[in-house]
């Protein structure tokens, strides 16, 4: 199957500083990558819709202004965490969609462990 | 986007057979069925996607009735090392694309 990658895997940061995670589709072009977060022992929760060459969708009670995302080709996405607090401490998990994919395919990243101290 | 409903966990022993239910009863006539397995600290990993009666797959096969209404995921001979969280998703095929989840189905496969 198609391969999405992130970077970095694990990141500290002091509070108030930001943090960029990349999500890279590696094999594929994808025009749409969405961004989720996942707390310890929940499910995941939709965060946001990339899209190539336009604003991102957010979901309803995420703040665009905090978590900013840019998807600026069709392999590239990064999602901003802005003046992060502990609060903010998730893994962040990226997909990308096949576009040609029957039923939406979707292929996730590994992953990105965010722990604000 | 229709809403899925699964046993929060299920326990199994190396070598059993393990049936997921999933229930979904508004499903729409476009969407399809799909699967997920996802182990701590990694992104979700596909395992099966279906639209009506049966699909097999070298990892796992679904069950889906008539009505669609409900799917069963079904594992063989599960290991030590299927225990993760299975996600039961109803996939709409609207250009949104948007992937909800559900809270799981925590599997522990015991020795």
């Known amino acids: 199957g198609a391969v999405v990658s992130q970077h970095p895997s694990w990141v500290i940061c002091k509070s108030g500083t930001s943090v960029k995670i990349e999500c890279r589709s590696l094999?594929?072009?994808?025009?749409?990558m969405f961004w989720y977060r996942q707390f310890p022992k929940q499910s995941l929760m939709l965060m946001a819709t990339?899209?190539?060459?336009?604003?991102?969708?957010?979901e309803q009670g995420v703040e665009k202004d905090k978590f900013l995302i840019n998807h600026a080709s069709l392999t590239l996405s990064t999602l901003t965490v802005t003046s992060a607090h502990p609060e903010d401490s998730s893994f962040y998990i990226c997909?990308?969609?096949?576009?040609?994919?029957?039923?939406?395919?979707?292929?996730f990243g590994p992953g990105t462990r965010l722990t604000v101290l | 986007l229709a809403k899925t409903t699964q046993p929060i966990s299920m326990d199994s022993y190396e070598g059993q057979e393990v049936n997921i239910t999933c229930s979904h009863n508004?499903?729409?006539?476009?969407?399809?069925i799909t699967w997920y397995q996802q182990f701590p600290s990694q992104g979700p990993r596909f395992i099966i996607q279906?639209?009506?009666t049966k699909v097999t797959n070298e990892v796992a096969s679904l069950f889906i009735p008539a009505d669609r209404k409900s799917s069963t995921l079904s594992l063989p001979r599960v290991s030590l090392s299927d225990t993760a969280v299975y996600y039961c998703?109803?996939?709409?095929?609207?250009?949104?694309?948007?992937?909800?989840f559900g809270q799981g189905t925590t599997l522990q496969v015991k020795p």
């Open positions: 997909s990308a969609r096949v576009e040609a994919g029957v039923g939406n395919e979707q292929f």
């Open positions: 094999d594929f072009q994808a025009t749409t």
């Open positions: 990339s899209n190539e060459g336009s604003k991102a969708t957010y």
């Open positions: 508004n499903i729409a006539t476009n969407d399809y």
């Open positions: 279906g639209y009506k």
């Open positions: 998703l109803v996939v709409g095929t609207s250009n949104t694309g948007k992937l909800i």
